[in-house]
């Protein structure tokens, strides 16, 4: 690699290892442009997090905007929702690259997300981005090693997903129930919570986590009902099944 290049960066453990291994490449001969998509139905905190990363690598983070649902056509969270939204993002990126004239994108899917219902990689593989991790036949668990060695915390990040995954389709992406959702993940990250998801369904607050995990929310039941209900839900309920990754689908 001897040109500047972008790296789709989201601050999973994916993306900063894409990041880690520009950087290395590079050495400074040449820039690495940390590119993040922001939008209304990202969580607040990834925002922060992968801010944090980057001054971690010493590299500035590009924050991209898209500021509605409505501008890319997924106001009413479609099935095609993760399409539309990879589709308008890396048109974003690809647009950075043109007036910085960088011709290269870098994003960090790997072989296990092949694996899964991943309706981005067909916008993904429209933008013309490479994808290091899936060329070199990476898995998430050689990630996640990697970035061990690096002594890189991104090792051990749970996997994240936007907002827009903790309502059924159909329903409308309106801002304040995404920020409603984004505050409920908040308030259980703070009771200690790992990996979790808040569904919504109307009146009814879906807590999706670990099973190892049920004990410690059943004694936290009252002040989890407490505070989920003062964001506007009628029920809150604990799923038995505990966490799926794209249980909305």
């Known amino acids: 690699m001897t040109e500047p290049v972008m790296v789709a960066f989201s601050g999973g ?3 900063v290892l894409v990041l880690k291994l520009a950087l290395e490449a590079s050495r400074g001969r040449f820039p690495i442009y940390a590119l993040y998509a922001d939008a209304p139905w990202m969580p607040r905190m990834a925002l922060v997090e992968a801010e944090q990363i980057a001054r971690d690598l010493q590299v500035k983070l590009e924050v991209i905007n898209i500021n509605s649902p409505a501008s890319i056509g997924i106001e009413n969270n479609p099935q095609d929702r993760c399409y539309r939204c990879k589709k308008a993002i890396f048109k974003a990126f690809m647009d950075f690259g043109q007036t910085h004239n960088v011709k290269i994108l870098l994003e960090g899917t790997q072989l296990d997300d092949l694996t899964k219902y991943r309706p981005g990689l067909k916008a993904i593989a429209e933008s013309g981005a490479r994808s290091p991790l899936k060329e070199l036949g990476l898995h998430k668990s050689d990630v996640r090693k990697l970035l061990t060695l690096w002594s890189l915390s ?3 990040k749970p996997s994240g997903s936007c907002l ?3 309502l059924p389709y159909g329903q409308t992406l309106s801002v304040p129930i995404l920020n409603q959702i984004d505050q409920a993940e908040n308030c ?3 009771f200690g919570l790992g990996i979790l998801r808040v ?3 109307g009146d009814i607050a879906r807590i999706e986590t670990d099973p190892e995990y049920f004990s410690f929310v059943l004694s936290k039941q009252a002040d ?3 505070k989920l ?3 506007g839900w009628k029920y809150v309920t604990l ?3 505990g966490f799926r990754s794209g249980s909305m689908d």
């Open 13 to 15: 453990a994916d993306s």
């Open 239 to 241: 799923d038995l099944e």
């Open 154 to 156: 991104a090792s051990k």
């Open 188 to 190: 259980l990250r703070s």
């Open 229 to 231: 209900k003062s964001l």
């Open 164 to 166: 827009a995954t903790r």
């Open 224 to 226: 989890i009902v407490r």
């Open 199 to 201: 569904r919504s369904h």
